[in-house]
């Protein structure tokens, strides 16, 4: 039997990773997101889901004909087939796969993939050339490498809900899976440069994504400012912590708005536009430093000059002063603005029940490439015959697979 997946088409490469072959074994969110963004710059991805249940976020809702939101467009550019890795022949046919791979992506428990006879130690005598890429809570090194963790459960964890919320009100879960969705980005970022490191050194190696580590890196300037000097960050709402005045306001119809007063420049424009002309002169007030000093004040000072506007004409007076300022949309409010329609965010792909589809898809723009969605996320086992039939099997052979329950 053949020792490779199925190769990208043999026309001339248009996207930098075509010809590149990821086995992409991960589940939910942010190994699907390392996978999708691979496929997007035009790697050969292959989904090996479980013959039991498969991907959870199949599950999730809301869902249109029972199709998923976040499935569709985390799995996006990718083929899939299911398959049993505890039966042996299950991962015998990944091991075949695996000699013909450049990068296989898993996000089991630390110890699971070791359990199947797959992890990276058996799977680099195989192929010394696979980049092996990991996703966990906590890493596959520490005290705590073995423990389970979910998106919420490491924004508590690692101290994001503790500056995520209300001042003096409950840890707030941040209303995006920033970790899960970070991790996979990292971890598309980090299988790029392990592939351009294998063509200086010929090796492949391990990739070691993590929820605690996306979240220690995302802290940035909280975590450096806690290392730099001691000061442990507090929630702020949509305060700024080095900033001031740079928060919501609301205005006299009910309506927010958001102020970026980021600099003693545009704080002398704000205050002027506002009528707080003497809190210019004012030395508690003059300097950045001084008005986060100062913090109660100032904001309170803008609060009662913006509570006496309506939104639409007070963002029209401050543009016109200069200062940076926007109405808090809903999401609806921001897909649908003009805006959103000219970017690479929002993209199409076409799907066999739901028919054309805007989905969010990769959010870069490249002047001489074009990371399209060329296929819909696929259905469960959908691919697994023309798998296995380029590693060389047979309709019998598969048929017989089948029946024992090792494919779907």
């Known amino acids: 039997m053949s020792t490779t997946i199925p190769g990208a088409a043999s026309a001339p490469p248009t996207l930098p990773l075509e010809g590149i072959r990821v086995l992409d074994l991960s589940r939910v969110l942010a190994g699907p997101v390392c996978g999708a963004m691979l496929g997007d710059m035009g790697a050969d991805v292959l989904k090996i889901e479980d013959i039991h249940g498969g991907d959870e976020s199949r599950t999730w809702p809301p869902q249109r004909e029972g199709e998923s939101g976040s499935y569709l467009m985390n799995n996006r550019n990718k083929r899939a087939m299911a398959l049993d ?6 991962a015998q046919i990944l091991l075949q796969l695996v000699r013909g791979a450049d990068v296989l992506i898993e996000n089991f428990r630390t110890g699971t993939m070791e359990s199947f006879g797959l992890g990276y130690e058996e799977l680099e005598r195989e192929n010394p050339r696979l980049i092996y890429c990991s996703v966990s809570a906590f890493g596959r090194s520490g005290p705590r490498a073995a423990e389970a963790g979910y998106e919420a459960l490491m ?3 690692s101290g994001v809900m503790s500056i995520t919320g209300e001042p003096d009100s409950a840890p707030v879960r941040c209303g995006i899976s920033a970790l899960d969705i ?3 980005t ?4 980090g299988a790029v440069n392990a592939i351009l490191h294998r063509q200086k050194t010929g090796l492949g190696q391990r990739v070691d994504g993590s929820l605690f580590d996306t979240a220690i890196g995302l802290l940035n300037f909280q975590a450096q400012n806690y290392l730099l000097t001691g000061t442990v960050p507090k929630a702020l709402g949509s305060a700024h912590p080095s900033l001031v005045p740079y928060r919501n306001f609301r205005c006299a119809d009910g309506q927010w708005i958001f102020i970026a007063g980021g600099n003693d420049r545009l704080w002398q424009r704000l205050a002027r536009a506002l009528g707080l002309d003497a809190m210019i002169e004012d030395a508690r007030y003059a300097t950045n430093i001084s008005r ?7 904001e309170g000072a803008v609060a009662a000059a913006i509570v006496r506007h309506e939104r639409a004409p007070l963002l029209a007076m401050l543009e016109q002063a200069g200062v940076p300022a926007t109405p808090v949309n809903t999401i609806e409010q921001a897909l649908t603005d003009p805006q959103a329609a000219e970017r690479p965010s929002l993209r199409r792909m076409q799907h066999p029940k739901l028919g054309e589809l805007r989905v969010v898809g990769l959010p870069v723009g490249f002047s001489r490439m074009d990371p399209a969605i060329r296929r819909h996320a696929p259905g469960r086992g959908e691919h ?3 798998v296995l039939a380029e590693l060389g099997y047979t309709a019998t052979q598969v048929a017989g697979l089948r029946e024992r329950k090792v494919v779907i």
Do not use: I, N, W, Y
Request: proline share 4%.
């Open 182 to 184: 970070m991790t996979g």
């Open 384 to 386: 697994t015959d023309e």
């Open 292 to 298: 986060v000093a100062h913090r109660a004040e100032v």
């Open 85 to 90: 890795l505890k039966a042996p022949e299950g």
């Open 155 to 157: 924004q508590a964890f």
């Open 186 to 189: 990292l971890c598309a970022f």
